[in-house]
């Protein structure tokens, strides 16, 4: 009886815990014009479950536990929109009542906003992709003018000096990381070395930096990464600002920006004029360090809403710099004579672009970029102002590009491209005027089933006229797997096609006496040296030199986020890149006057390993902290040929491959920076940063880095202190290179530096 008694008991407990029905939330979203919303992402507070609105902005999300006795509460987001939270009633839902919520639209300038990694605008948070952020809010704090001097703050970034100041990305040289502006390619290197110097940040909204090869979207020279400046826009219909800057070395900086906004034309204006006495470093030298230059950069955006889904825009960016130093030679009898130098250098970038919304699924963009670099040198005797020499060099390049991008639902969203690139060259270092034709195709596709977790995968073909086809392809995954811990991991092929030089350089330097030429003309060029009986040894016979191809990467991202505590957050990122067909330059041969002959050859292998770690924190407001390291370890294949005897007695040759250090990098690095601003206008930072020794001059030239040649590591300290007037008048006093470091190997640190800066906004 008691077991009967107490099975029934328990079938009439299992009846009343059978859950109630599965009930359905239905609502719809629209914006302050009752227009539908589409990709709205909805998400139930009490149980996590989510829904994307469809076109007509209706939604639906079914609450399998449902509770007829609580209230809902679901939160809408969507880019551009105010986030917005309702509380729904379990009545309101068994009665199958709609929803009807309106998000109200923003002007949207958060600076966690990125375009660079997928090339569509997505949170920071949201992209699989590592990326790294410089704020223009930090640009201001730290008074920073040229790009090198934010850039050398950021982790896993070094500066360095090679043909002028360029950026040394995961251990990669400078001409392996694409340098952009608002999307558009920043041409004109020098040696592979896009000088950073040329880049104002003044007008600066922030700074988007992509690590690890990619070319799956942005074709050659982004193997190592890509760094693109988004500049200043404004939603005010009115607005002006003036900065102006003074410091040592009669260094002065003024800039304006202005901004002209209608309903649906908006204008923005900035120019900027920066100028310098130089310094000299080696006060024997006749030639200073940075000589005397004096640079302008106008730069004019508009963008045009002919319709809702039809909108026109254009940029037109300018620069021209002159620079007049002194340099010497020694003429046939042995006298030393001086020469007057005056060099010039400009470049233009123009872009247009069209982008048709045909429905609200579909996005097209047609954009045209054309650019122009020309560099201008002359050389006179200071005797008499006879002309010594004169060089040129004139770049051009034209880019048509179609994109496209169709999400498919509420999980799957397609981006198609192609295009075509156009170079080529006017100089005397190129004989024949060379260029290059690139036709590419990329595809990338993300699917997001949750919010918290997302694949992206890519591919570009490209199509050069000088060397075979490029397939590049690329693969990402984020996965949120709790509310404080984020993972990230990427994988994928980068590439990097010959540059002009490494290919069709036929140079000699007229002052030193050396002479460089490129794969495609060293034979002719030896020839010709030999002819004139200008060759005493030939290390590399001429048929055993062969045409470099294009360098190519496979390379591992993965990290993580731990936020830890509110406003603690921990940023790792593990990378190795495998780098096959490195190009690097060589003697080829040896001339009279004791110089060498030299030209670019593909090193057999090449990897970069190592972790980047950062670590930001909020003390409360306006104070923020942030602690950077990277390791890394960048080594290059070495094959050594040695004599043996074999077990047969009889000697043969045995080649011993190991992997050696390579040059100018640095195993430890890092940075830190402290920033505080309090209500009443005050401001102050300090910046540090670390770099620990690293090789720089192959003294017994084997080609790597010995234990005995390597440079000693060095720290520099930056500091700022700022006031805001009035609330339109901010004053600044600063001091880089607090400790007055200095090398003669490392010209861009000259020693200590003051100056008073002033900027007015209106």
Known sequence: MNRYFFVILLFFAGFDAVPTAAQILQGVVTDENQSPLALVQIEVVENGRQAISREDGTFEVELDDFDELARYTI??????????????TADQIKKNEKVTVTLKQVTYRSETLVVTATRTRRD???????VQLVTGREIRQTGSMRLSDILSEQTGMQIVNDHGTGLQVQGFNPDYTLVMIDGNPVIGRTAGTLDLTRVSVRNVQQIEIVKGPSSALWGSDALAGVVNIITQESSDPFSWAVTTRYGENNTLDLSADMTLNT????????????????????PSSVSKTVPDFENYTVN????????????????????????????????????????????????????????????????????????????????????????????????????????????????????????????????????????????????????????????????????????RSQVSPKLSVRYRSTDWLQLRVSAGRGFKAPEFRQLFLDFTNSTAGYSVFGSSTVADGLRRLQQEGQI???????????????????????GFDLDMVEDLRLRINLFRNYVTGLIETAPVARKTNGQSVYSYFNVDEVYTTGMEAELRWGFGRGLHA?????????????????????????????????????????????????????????????RGIFRGKYGLFDSNGNGYVDDNEHEPGYQVWNAALSR??????????????????????????????????ASIRL
Do not use: C
């Open 626 to 686: 942030s602690l950077g390291y990277q390791l890394l370890d960048a080594r290059k294949r070495v094959a050594a040929e040695r004599t043996v005897q074999g077990e047969d007695g009889e000697i043969i040759q045995r080649t011993d491959i190991s992997h050696r250090p390579m040059f100018n990098r640095s195993r430890h690095s890092g940075n830190v920076k402290l920033f505080y601003e309090d209500d009443t206008g005050w401001g102050a930072n300090i």
């Open 124 to 130: 920071i948070e949201d992209v699989p992709i590592p």
């Open 75 to 88: 939160v809408l987001s969507r880019v551009g929109y105010e986030d917005t939270s309702v509380s729904v």
């Open 300 to 467: 004019y955006r508009t963008d045009l809403e002919m319709t809702d889904r039809l909108s026109l825009s254009g940029s037109l960016r300018y620069f021209n710099e002159s620079q007049d130093d002194r340099s010497s030679i020694v003429d046939e009898e042995g006298e030393e004579k001086l020469l007057d130098t005056h060099a010039g250098r400009e470049d233009l970038l123009a872009r247009s672009s069209v982008a048709y919304t045909p429905y609200d699924r579909f996005d097209i963009d047609l954009t045209m970029v054309t650019s122009f670099y020309k560099t201008d040198s002359r050389l006179r005797f200071r005797e008499n102002g006879e002309l010594y020499e004169h060089t040129s060099f004139q770049q051009y390049y034209h880019k048509p590009e179609f994109q496209a991008g169709y999400r498919w639902d509420d999980m799957h969203h397609s981006v198609l491209g192609s295009g075509l690139i156009v170079e080529h060259l006017k100089a005397e270092r190129y004989p024949g005027q060379p260029g290059f034709t690139t036709t590419f195709a990329f595809l990338q596709h993300s699917w997001n089933p949750v919010i918290d977790f997302e694949v992206t995968g890519g591919l570009r073909y490209d199509i050069h006229s000088e060397y």
């Open 724 to 757: 805001e007037l009035f609330d339109k008048l901010t004053v600044q006093a600063g001091v880089d290179n607090l400790l007055d470091y200095s090398n003669i190997n490392v010209p861009y640190l000259p020693g200590r530096l003051w100056y008073l800066q």
């Open 536 to 558: 005493s040894q030939i290390l590399i016979p001429a048929d055993q030199l062969e045409e470099i191809r294009a360098e190519s990467s496979w390379a591992v991202n993965t």
């Open 263 to 282: 309903e649906r034309w908006n204008h923005g204006f900035f120019a900027n004029r920066n100028s310098s006495g130089g310094y000299r470093m080696n």
